[in-house]
Each structure stands twice: as C-alpha cells, then as structure tokens.
C-alpha cells in the first residue's frame, strides 16, 4: 500500500523520514508479523514503515516523534479535520480520544512521524490521503500518553 513502482529517489519526497525506537521497532515487528496471515494489506504497509525507519536507541528518540501509545493530535490533508487518537496495537476502548491501530493503514502511517511532518499513503480504497502531525500529549515523567 505505501510502495509503488517508483525509483527510490521518487519515494523519498513522498514517503518523509521516520525514526523509531528501538523496543517500538521490536514490538511492531512482532505486531506485523502476527497481522500478516490474517490482514496482509495492513501488515504490508506495517512492515514497509518498519523497513524505511531509521532507529535509534529509547534514550535517544526525539520526543516529538510518534510512538506506540502516543496521543496524537492530527489533521487529514484531504477534509480539513483534526483527529486525535491514541496509537496502539490493538483497538480499545480510550476515554476522551479514539483508538487507532498500527495494524491499520492510517495507525501505520502515523508511527515514526514527527511533529509538524506530512505523509501522503494511500487509504485501503486507494484514495490519496495527507496525514500532518499536529502535536504529540505524553507525560515527561512517565513517557506515557497522558
């Protein structure tokens, strides 16, 4: 879903650097792998993200990039909305914000941005979304989402 047959220079202006963490990119190997027989679509698109990812130790990732379990405040490119839904693996269910699924295209093309970085992917009916990361609420102390 997010690849295409184009060269690698023509992926880069489309396809923003993204960096994950190093337990991040552990965990959603694993999520991708366990997605791969039922939803392979998604997974695709998962382990594309994974594949282009630079990653960088816990320590070191910048706390305006989105990781599992983040708040993340967003606007859709293509209807103007802002969104703000909770990255995880699963859907559940999230007092004050929605659940968004790595295991989905749109939860997938959301981990690894930073603040203020736009992504253009294709959604699973092959409509052209842009994706803009607004702000990222997770508690300093903790590193949890608030």
Do not use: C
């Amino acid at each position: 879903m997010f690849r295409s047959e184009a060269s690698p220079q023509a992926l880069a202006g489309r396809y923003p650097p993204i960096v994950l963490s190093v337990s991040d990119h552990r965990r959603l190997q694993i999520i991708a792998l366990e997605t791969l027989m039922s939803d392979p679509r998604n997974a695709g698109a998962l382990l594309d993200e994974i594949d282009r990812a630079d990653v960088v130790e816990d320590a070191l990732i910048d706390e305006r990039v989105v990781r599992l379990g983040d708040l993340v405040s967003y606007r859709d490119g293509l209807t103007g909305e802002r969104h703000l839904a909770q990255l995880v693996d699963r859907l559940v269910d999230i007092p004050g914000a929605a659940a968004l699924s790595v295991r989905s295209s749109s939860g997938a093309a959301l981990v690894g941005l930073r603040v203020g970085q736009s992504l253009l992917w294709a959604d699973r009916l092959g409509t052209e979304r842009i994706y803009t990361i607004l702000s990222i609420d997770r508690d300093q102390a903790t590193g949890e989402p608030k």
